[in-house]
RNA sequence: GCCGCGUUGGUCAAGGGGUUAAGACGCCUCCCUUUCACGGAGGAAUCACGGGUUCGAAUCCCGUACGUGGUACCA
């Protein structure tokens, strides 16, 4: 038995959002599940949407997702190229081919005719036009010209696409990995057009003949290509290749959060959450967009997040690491129908897998977060015991710095308010006394610092609950943040000091 | 318009003839925590509708509605 292979076939005109992630995940997951390989192939074929930069986006985002291998994605397995523009002239070899075996033929119809045609059959009610069985008799092509007028077209430049030929009342099965057998027929579709004007095939084309030269056994996209399925299994079979077919599976799609369609690039900013992996820069309106990662996401959430839209392994589990995704993987699990985008239960993956990662996974991401800031990390140590400290209450990596940054900047602002109303003479006493008993503490263990607190506390009979509300706002500025006594351990004896002594001096001694 | 695909709480979903119809997110209540989270306990909320088939339908069939995709020399 052949090897698996898949295929993942983005195309360089926008970037890459979720539903282009999922695609080339769930065929990763089965490629890496059946110990096979995960071809990229970049769909360029419209050169004139094609975006600069476009390629390499997609590729640092699959590397961002894990999604690619380290030693790249064409390691095994010579098929090169894999960019469809420089894949050219195998497709007008295969187009001639479906010319002589009477399954395709010439078009000489330029895109203005077609298009006046349309409007004038539109403008007298009749349904859309559809180059096909009905009326590609009464086109300028191969079919309703003869030979000779035909030849001479061509010898004389004219330009000319290729299209298919596809007869009416066929039948065609597909049997999809995740819809079943289904049955269509041929009638609903038209004669596509498979080799435009300047020499570049159609998407049609394109997978069909790549997937049979890179000798592709399972084709994964998504269901915007179900109606133009038919196209392509006729195409398998007219080449001659039926027995070499792929396996289909289309995945449902992602739909807006609330209601009304595909989610697209314009959602993230409407609705405010990012619809790419990775920041990405509008080539349009130059404008740039925030992606997870920025938002500050793992990629191990976000691909987890994915994964569980359109899939769940069939128990309750539903953290999976990459190597668990891949493990539990099946294409047959996959739903039939969309899935709305919750950013809400986005985030919640994001907490659940910054409370599962250890700080050294989490640190060097920190570290990046507090740079941004200013902030430079010099103890090591230190910096991951912080990590371990506020793990638990950021769902966001950039939650990190409102959660931890008074442990390298002393706060900026110092909640008074909640101190204020129940401030008097004592308290005041307390704390001159507290920071006495510190300086001289030798453990500056949070044990031992909670069992002096206590202990003074009880000497001149106050309440220690009353007492931590305003040694927490000293220390951290708020009222937020983990124990105060292993905060002001980790703080170290002399800021813990200092920053007791500046709170003090803005509180009235009454 | 035509064609395709789909429809289980607000969202993600398990379940595929007999179930008190799982679980998760979000929301609410309580407990824990002398802060905020984490954690724990509980709560509200669902089989789109109408017909069949069947002793019995969320589950099978047919309609309808709704959603969604396609209908390009875009992918």
Not at 213 to 236: D, N, Q, Y
Not at 357 to 370: F, G, H, N, Q, Y
Not at 389 to 396: G, P
Request: net charge negative; charged share 30%; with cysteine.
């Amino acid at each position: 038995m052949s090897k698996v292979r898949v295929r993942f076939a983005p195309s360089p005109t926008g970037g890459l959002h979720l539903g282009g992630v999922r695609t080339a995940l769930f065929n990763y997951l089965f490629a890496r599940k059946h110990d096979g390989n995960f071809v990229l192939r970049i769909e360029d074929t419209d050169q004139s949407r094609y975006v600069e930069g476009a390629e390499k986006y997609i590729i640092e985002s699959l590397a961002w997702c894990q999604i690619l291998p380290d030693e790249g994605p064409h390691k095994e397995g010579d098929y090169a190229p894999y960019r469809q523009s420089e894949r050219k002239s195998f497709y007008k070899e295969y187009a001639e081919e479906l010319v002589q075996k009477g399954h395709a033929y010439y078009a000489f119809d330029t895109p203005e005719e077609i298009e006046t045609l349309r409007h004038r059959l539109k403008s007298e009610g009749k349904s859309n036009l559809q180059y096909g069985h009905q009326v590609r008799h009464q086109m300028k092509n191969s079919l309703s010209l003869s030979k000779e007028e035909t030849d001479t077209l061509i010898n004389s430049g004219t330009p000319y696409v290729i299209r298919i030929k596809i007869d009416s009342d066929e039948s065609v099965y597909l049997n999809d990995l995740i819809h079943g057998n289904m049955h269509m027929d041929t009638n609903g579709v038209d004669d596509k057009v498979l080799l435009k004007a300047d020499g570049m095939p159609t998407y049609h084309l394109a997978v069909v003949v790549d997937d049979y030269l890179m000798k592709i056994t399972h084709a994964f996209r998504g269901e915007e290509w179900l109606p133009s399925a038919p196209v392509h299994i006729l195409l398998w079979k007219y080449l001659g290749w039926e027995s070499n077919m792929p396996k289909w599976a289309h995945l449902p799609l992602i739909l807006k959060p609330d209601g009304n369609g595909k989610l697209s690039k314009r959602d993230g900013e409407r609705l405010g959450f990012p619809v790419f992996p990775l920041g990405w820069t509008d080539p349009v309106s130059k404008e740039y967009i925030k992606g997870f990662k920025e938002l500050g996401f793992l990629p191990e959430a976000f691909v987890n997040m994915l994964a569980m839209l359109g899939w769940n392994a069939g128990t309750e589990q539903e953290i999976f690491s990459m190597e668990e995704l891949i493990g539990n993987f099946s294409i047959e699990r996959v739903h039939s129908s969309g899935a709305k985008f919750d950013f809400e239960k986005a985030k919640w993956f994001n907490h659940e897998w910054i409370k599962k990662s250890d700080p050294e996974r989490l640190a060097p991401e920190v570290k990046k977060i507090l740079q941004d800031k200013k902030v430079m990390i010099e103890d090591d140590d230190k910096f991951k015991n912080i990590i371990a400290l506020v793990k638990d209450r950021c769902t966001l990596l950039t939650d990190f710095w409102e959660q931890a940054s008074y442990f390298f900047l002393a706060p900026e602002k110092i909640d008074l308010e909640s101190i204020l109303p129940k401030w008097n003479n004592d308290k005041n006493l307390f704390f001159i006394e507290l920071i006495r008993s510190y300086s001289l503490a030798n453990s500056w263990a949070h044990a031992e610092l909670e069992h002096s607190f206590k202990e003074i506390a009880a000497v001149n009979r106050l309440k220690p609950g009353e007492l931590m509300l305003p040694f927490r706002i000293m220390l951290v500025g708020g009222k937020f943040g983990p124990g105060v006594f292993e905060v002001a351990s980790l703080l170290g004896k002399e800021e813990t000091l200092k920053r007791i002594r500046h709170t003090l001096s803005l509180l009235p001694e009454k």
